[in-house]
T-cell receptor, first 113, second 112 residues
Framework: KNQVEQSPQSLIILEGKNCTLQ??????????LRWYKQDTGRGPVSLTI?????NTKSNGRYTATLDADTKQSSLHITASQLSDSASYIC????????????FGAGTILRVKS | DGGITQSPKYLFRKEGQNVTLSCEQN?????MYWYRQDPGQGLRLIYY???????QKGDIAEGYSVSREKKESFPLTVTSAQKNPTAFYLC???????????FGPGTRLTVT
């Protein structure tokens, strides 16, 4: 069964600190892996997208890494800001099923001042 | 949210009533999707459409219906047959199936 598991479920950090969110997946083969940011009550917005041959991709203070051998990805947030408070969702595109998207449940991040 | 709009933002209905959620896009995308989001779970695909006048069931289509009469519009009807309709509903679109999806702002439906 294609699955995407994220950890931790939720996280609270102080403003200015760094944090790393984890994503483990069993989807294979996959076309790409994406990280989305979803503010409360809003639709998800894409942060990064990586193909299976890419190891890292950055978008400002967000850096995503991918290890296709161990089927793990991480999203590192540097110098967190209050506006980073959101749910971060890992999404894997299943090549075998016409690139159907398989969504993780998300990690809820709260940045405190 | 790009060029995708969903209305209304909040919707309240009594049990047993059908309700239609609106989704419009001006991105000239061929593919459109409906997802359901519940607390602690990943988004689940309800229906998707690759092109006008065509749509396919997703993983949880029971109790839902859609139409795709215009490229810009992909309304979702939640019928009384849907056992647990209270949820956050997200519409998305992409150039084609498999391409990056862009999401609308969502509609929160509460059925009592």
């Amino acid at each position: 069964k294609n699955q995407v598991e994220q950890s931790p479920q939720s996280l609270i950090i102080l403003e200015g600190k760094n944090c790393t969110l984890q994503c483990n997946y069993t989807v294979s083969p996959f076309s790409n892996l994406r990280w989305y940011k979803q503010d409360t009550g809003r639709g998800p917005v894409s942060l990064t997208i990586m193909t299976f041959s890419e190891n890292t991709k950055s978008n400002g203070r967000y850096t995503a890494t991918l290890d296709a051998d161990t089927k793990q990805s991480s999203l590192h947030i540097t110098a967190s800001q209050l506006s980073d408070s959101a749910s971060y969702i890992c999404v894997v595109s299943a090549r075998e099923y016409g690139n159907k998207l398989v969504f993780g449940a998300g990690t809820i991040l709260r940045v405190k001042s | 949210d790009g060029g995708i709009t969903q209305s209304p933002k909040y919707l309240f209905r009594k049990e047993g009533q059908n309700v239609t959620l609106s989704c419009e896009q001006n991105l000239n995308h061929d593919a459109m999707y409906w997802y359901r989001q519940d607390p602690g779970q990943g988004l689940r695909l309800i229906y998707y459409s690759q092109i006008v006048n065509d749509f396919q069931k997703g993983d949880i289509a029971e109790g839902y219906s859609v139409s795709r009469e215009k490229k810009e519009s992909f309304p979702l009807t939640v019928t009384s047959a849907q056992k647990n309709p209270t949820a956050f509903y997200l519409c998305a679109s992409s150039i084609g199936v498999g391409n990056e999806q862009y999401f609308g702002p969502g509609t929160r439906l509460t059925v009592t």
